[in-house]
């Protein structure tokens, strides 16, 4: 509440404090401002006709500028479980933002309700000038907006602003039990044949849904995509962040200086955690070369049982990142599938070693969360959540990541040997061949 203030009825004359601000404004803001009150009173009489009376220009993609180009708004999503607001996901510049006002349009007659959005940018921001933020706008107590605008000032056009519908409200339909979120895709991306393995072993494993943010990817990749959308299990979501910002392919600034770090990957991330927190019982957070590979149980579900009931108030499940280096290959050719060699992209079979840990370096790691329970989500960690975050030891589950080695003077036999994945092999290889097959490569 401290920072919000707000009047549910434009009609009545907005607050005091609007009109005290007024006072300062030029005629000519003056004017507007007043025109606008006009506009909300006059609309009452054609909200019967209109299927939705809310007013703005409606937002139809996944980022959505603001006119101070410092604001990118990605969706607003209810979110009632601490009080009854509105949590805005979006990129803004860390700085140059200080002040920005939700507007809520009441779904029946139109009123504008405005609030000042407490603008929250994650602590995880890495340098970088602009970072994943949460825009927190308390709602109306007595009516529940449907749609909202951004707006840099509780004054202004309503017609000039974009206009999004606020997602979460009524959370209907089934809770599948595993998501999986891909956070960018980008680099004209085109490593088929893993991107086709760690789909079959995720399918393998448990898997419902994957969503995959896609900034770039080949025409063959695209293709591949196309074959799981219509599977149903793909769910791409346009993530153009490089036609708005200088983005970093590294996550610190100092070794990339951008605008943002890793295309916009938390902010990704973020949006997926709130875009499925009722459509999934369980979000994966991980890359598409890494598959959360269960050592002690056949799969995901029977997995998350265990550790579920072992803990039955933890939201989050950590586990351990280990690279299997994609350099480092085994000496049988047992799993050089010849119909796979025109494919291109790394075959994970062949990927069986990884490497050791190291004394004083910290190994990450990757999530399994309840979206329900969290709040803000960093890349190997959650930032603010409800209820307890779990790592899961090494003999229950390692993250299986296969991709150039972070120890590259390591000989094969410094490596350890661990051929978890294999034991999917019958079951992986037939189901890779389906697939390559239907889709004709
Ligand atoms: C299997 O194929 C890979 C990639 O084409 C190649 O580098 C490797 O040497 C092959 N393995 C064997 C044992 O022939
Ligand atoms: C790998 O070995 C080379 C030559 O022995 C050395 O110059 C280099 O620093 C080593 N790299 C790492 C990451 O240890
Ligand atoms: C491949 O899988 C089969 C059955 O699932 C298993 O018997 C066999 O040992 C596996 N191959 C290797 C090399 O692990």
């Known amino acids: ?22 006072i300062s404004l030029s005629y000519f ?9 006009w506009h909300e009173m006059n609309i009452s009489s054609d909200s019967i006709r209109n299927t ?61 309700y405005i609030s000042k959005a407490q603008i929250d940018v994650h602590s995880d921001r890495f340098d970088f000038p602009y970072g994943a933020t949460d825009l927190e706008c308390l ?15 509780p004054i202004g056009d309503i017609d000039q602003l974009p ?45 419902d849904r994957v969503v995959i943010y896609k900034t770039s990817c080949s025409p063959l990749m695209e293709k591949v ?11 791409v ?33 973020n949006d997926c955690v709130y875009r499925n927190m009722y459509r999934s019982k369980y979000l994966l957070l991980n890359d598409v070369d890494e598959i ?22 933890a939201g989050v499940f950590l586990f351990e990142n280990h690279i299997f280096p994609k350099t480092v290959f085994t000496p049988t050719d047992m799993f050089n599938i010849s119909s796979w060699s025109a494919v291109p992209g790394v075959n994970i079979l062949n990927h069986v070693f990884r490497e050791p840990d190291r004394k004083d370096v910290f190994n990450p790691r990757k999530m399994i969360i309840d979206p329900r329970k969290v709040v803000q989500t960093s890349v190997h960690c959650i930032l603010y959540m409800y209820g307890d975050s779990i790592n899961v030891p090494m003999d229950v589950a390692l993250l299986y990541h296969c991709r150039k080695p972070l120890q590259a003077n390591l000989t094969r036999e410094s490596l350890i040997k661990d051929t978890m994945l294999w034991r999917y092999n019958v079951s992986l290889i037939g189901n890779v061949n389906i697939v390559l097959q239907q889709i004709a490569l």
């Open 52 to 112: 939705n009376i809310c007013r703005g220009i409606p937002a139809h993609n996944t980022i959505t500028p603001l006119k101070d180009k410092r604001t990118f708004i990605i969706a607003p999503y209810f979110d009632n479980r601490k009080n009854k607001m509105t949590r805005v996901i979006s990129i803004v510049h860390h700085k140059d933002v200080k002040e920005l006002y939700c507007w809520f349009c009441h779904p029946s007659n139109g009123e504008i």
């Open 292 to 313: 959360i590979l269960p050592r002690k149980y056949a799969d995901w579900k029977t997995m998350m049982q265990n550790l579920q009931g072992q803990y039955p108030e």
């Open 237 to 269: 979501i346009p993530w153009p962040i490089d036609s708005y910002l200088q983005v970093s392919s590294s996550w610190h600034h100092s070794m990339d200086p951008k605008d943002i770090g890793y295309y916009g990957q938390i902010t990704a991330l």
């Open 163 to 207: 206009l999004f519908e606020i997602r979460n409200r009524d959370p209907a339909g089934s809770l599948v039990d595993f998501t999986v979120c891909i956070s960018t895709m980008f680099g004209e991306y085109n490593n088929v044949l893993q991107f086709v393995q760690s789909m079959e072993m995720y399918k393998i494993l448990g898997v």
């Open 225 to 235: 995509l196309d074959f799981y959308i219509a599977e149903g299990i793909v769910e």
């Open 29 to 37: 803001q003056k004017r507007k401002f007043v025109s606008m009150l």
């Open 1 to 22: 509440m401290s920072s919000c203030w707000k009047k549910s009825n434009v009609i009545a004359g907005i607050s005091i404090a609007i009109f005290m601000s007024v």
């Open 139 to 153: 709602e109306p107590e007595d009516w529940e907006p449907h749609y909202m605008s951004i707006h840099w000032s």
